[in-house]
């Protein structure tokens, strides 16, 4: 998708801006309930609170972005990050004092949390009014005063709409049991939806205005049903909106033919993020994560026959139980090999509930910090290598976050680098900008026809 031509222009294949169903953000009705939803974690969270923002519109409240402004506030919380119940804690004794102050009504405790065992003691200790796992959102809706929603399991209820971008849930839950993760515990086993009804929502989503869908699940390249695999439903979201992509795969379900549809289908972005977790044969079967180490190159070597310019991204936990100087040096053999263009790096630490927990001695935290900064090294010096090369092109860029205060906004190439660079552009439009410099985390550029060097890097260090 990059190219040599300097030609100014702004092109418009772009949805129409719709105005999205109006939360009153940052105001207060003069009457009315008032609801506020905070959310933490991953962007399936961020999706759930979609879910539930429109349930609380549809029963008369107005959104305020304010725990004392509102009459109801939901927390919808993660339990993946370091202490996070701790956080929550915080939240909540700060909800406890304006309640006190008769500021505050209602709180209701959602997500990850609100299915682990510590709900119960949370909802006794500060006296939360509504506690719902992932699993049962759809309760809140009886709780805000709609009629009970019949529900068999979350991912038939539609997401967001409206917007210029939008996740689509294709899959719930997981089957897989990895030592560290607690997935499985909070958010149950694997359950898909049907083709039918995905489909479906990707057109009403592209009637309305969307112009990028993103599929969604926690291993969405697992997703399987009535004899069709992703790669199927891929293909067929592919065909009818204008942006796809999706996240996150687990290397044991991705095929190479869903690698092949990546690079040559138009409207997929060239993007894969694959986790790999660990080099090391040894600690991939400690972490029960289903494939070796040599069956990931495989597959990153066929992501890049199909898709060279594309970009990989990868998880990585360092100082996983039993992880040794020689498991690590097999951790930066595979950052080597695989070149990666950006990576989420962990220091491992123990969640309740979960085998690593229970593995015995951890790894020395002075040990798990060298390790850190040694993997973080080797893939940010790869990947300032991969991002130097697109210096020069001119690029086809989707603004997805439209200018800050500084008029800097950020824009996506078709090959999923992020580009930071001055427009006016709104998130959703299309507009063409020339690569003038690169970092290990972005690259920068101006829109074609603007004066050079208008933008130092920022944030790249
Ligand atoms: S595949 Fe992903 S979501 Fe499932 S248990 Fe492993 S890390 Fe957790």
């Given at each position: 998708?990059?190219?040599?031509?300097?030609?100014?222009?702004?092109?418009?294949?772009k949805p129409e801006r719709r105005t999205p169903p109006g939360p009153a953000t940052g105001t207060?009705?003069?009457?009315?309930?008032?609801?506020?939803?905070?959310?933490?974690?991953?962007?399936?969270?961020?999706?759930?609170?979609?879910?539930?923002?429109?349930?609380?519109?549809?029963?008369?409240?107005?959104?305020?972005?304010?725990?004392?402004?509102?009459?109801?506030?939901?927390?919808?919380?993660?339990?993946?990050?370091?202490?996070?119940?701790?956080?929550?804690?915080?939240?909540?004794?700060?909800?406890?004092?304006?309640?006190?102050?008769?500021?505050?009504?209602?709180?209701?405790?959602?997500?990850?949390?609100?299915?682990?065992?510590?709900?119960?003691?949370?909802?006794?200790?500060?006296?939360?009014?509504?506690?719902?796992?992932?699993?049962?959102?759809?309760?809140?809706?009886?709780?805000?005063?709609?009629?009970?929603?019949?529900?068999?399991?979350?991912?038939?209820?539609?997401?967001?709409?409206?917007?210029?971008?939008?996740?689509?849930?294709?899959?719930?839950?997981?089957?897989?049991?990895?030592?560290?993760?607690?997935?499985?515990?909070?958010?149950?086993?694997?359950?898909?939806?049907?083709?039918?009804?995905?489909?479906?929502?990707?057109?009403?989503?592209?009637?309305?205005?969307?112009?990028?869908?993103?599929?969604?699940?926690?291993t969405v390249d697992a997703w399987r049903r009535d004899g069709e695999r992703f790669c199927d439903?891929?293909?067929?979201?592919?065909?009818?909106?204008?942006?796809?992509?999706?996240?996150?795969?687990?290397?044991?379900?991705?095929?190479?033919?869903?690698?092949?549809?990546?690079?040559?289908?138009?409207?997929?972005?060239?993007?894969?993020?694959?986790?790999?977790?660990?080099?090391?044969?040894?600690?991939?079967?400690?972490?029960?994560?289903?494939?070796?180490?040599?069956?990931?190159?495989?597959?990153?070597?066929?992501?890049?026959?199909?898709?060279?310019?594309?970009?990989?991204?990868?998880?990585?936990?360092?100082?996983?139980?039993?992880?040794?100087?020689?498991?690590?040096?097999?951790?930066?053999?595979?950052?080597?090999?695989?070149?990666?263009?950006?990576?989420?790096?962990?220091?491992?630490?123990?969640?309740?509930?979960?085998?690593?927990?229970?593995?015995?001695?951890?790894?020395?935290?002075?040990?798990?910090?060298?390790?850190?900064?040694?993997?973080?090294?080797?893939?940010?010096?790869?990947?300032?290598?991969?991002?130097?090369?697109?210096?020069?092109?001119?690029?086809?860029?989707?603004?997805?976050?439209?200018?800050?205060?500084?008029?800097?906004?950020?824009?996506?190439?078709w090959t999923g680098h992020a580009v930071h660079l001055k427009t006016e552009a709104n998130p959703?439009?299309?507009?063409?900008?020339?690569?003038?410099?690169?970092?290990?985390?972005?690259?920068?550029?101006?829109?074609?026809?603007?004066?050079?060097?208008?933008?130092?890097?920022?944030?790249?260090?």
């Amino acid at each position: 998708m990059s190219e040599t031509s300097t030609t100014p222009v702004r092109l418009t294949r772009k949805p129409e801006r719709r105005t999205p169903p109006g939360p009153a953000t940052g105001t207060v009705p003069g009457s009315g309930k008032t609801a506020c939803i905070r959310t933490f974690g991953c962007q399936m969270n961020v999706h759930d609170s979609d879910r539930m923002r429109r349930m609380i519109l549809d029963a008369g409240y107005a959104e305020v972005t304010r725990y004392e402004d509102a009459d109801l506030v939901i927390l919808n919380t993660c339990y993946v990050r370091e202490n996070a119940v701790d956080r929550v804690r915080g939240h909540l004794g700060e909800l406890t004092r304006l309640r006190r102050e008769g500021r505050l009504k209602k709180v209701a405790l959602t997500g990850c949390i609100g299915a682990a065992e510590e709900s119960e003691t949370l909802r006794h200790q500060f006296g939360i009014d509504l506690v719902l796992g992932t699993h049962n959102t759809y309760e809140l809706a009886e709780f805000v005063g709609l009629p009970t929603m019949e529900e068999t399991y979350t991912p038939e209820l539609p997401g967001t709409g409206g917007e210029h971008s939008a996740f689509v849930t294709i899959m719930t839950g997981c089957n897989y049991g990895c030592s560290y993760c607690v997935v499985p515990m909070v958010r149950g086993r694997m359950v898909c939806r049907s083709k039918e009804s995905i489909l479906s929502e990707v057109d009403r989503l592209v009637e309305g205005g969307t112009g990028y869908v993103t599929l969604l699940g926690q291993t969405v390249d697992a997703w399987r049903r009535d004899g069709e695999r992703f790669c199927d439903l891929l293909e067929a979201v592919a065909e009818r909106a204008p942006r796809v992509s999706f996240t996150t795969s687990h290397p044991s379900n991705m095929e190479d033919r869903t690698l092949w549809a990546i690079g040559s289908r138009d409207t997929i972005v060239k993007r894969l993020h694959l986790p790999v977790q660990s080099g090391s044969d040894r600690m991939l079967k400690i972490m029960h994560r289903g494939y070796k180490a040599e069956r990931y190159r495989r597959k990153i070597g066929v992501f890049r026959d199909a898709a060279p310019e594309g970009t990989l991204s990868t998880d990585i936990i360092v100082g996983h139980p039993g992880e040794t100087e020689e498991d690590h040096e097999a951790t930066l053999g595979l950052v080597e090999d695989c070149s990666f263009d950006s990576a989420y790096v962990f220091k491992f630490s123990p969640r309740d509930g979960t085998e690593a927990a229970t593995l015995g001695e951890p790894v020395a935290p002075e040990v798990s910090q060298r390790r850190f900064v040694e993997v973080l090294r080797g893939i940010e010096g790869n990947a300032f290598k991969r991002n130097s090369r697109k210096v020069g092109s001119v690029e086809e860029l989707y603004v997805r976050h439209g200018a800050n205060e500084d008029g800097r906004a950020i824009g996506e190439t078709w090959t999923g680098h992020a580009v930071h660079l001055k427009t006016e552009a709104n998130p959703g439009e299309y507009v063409r900008a020339t690569i003038e410099s690169a970092g290990p985390h972005a690259l920068y550029g101006s829109l074609c026809g603007s004066p050079y060097g208008d933008l130092a890097p920022y944030g790249d260090v």
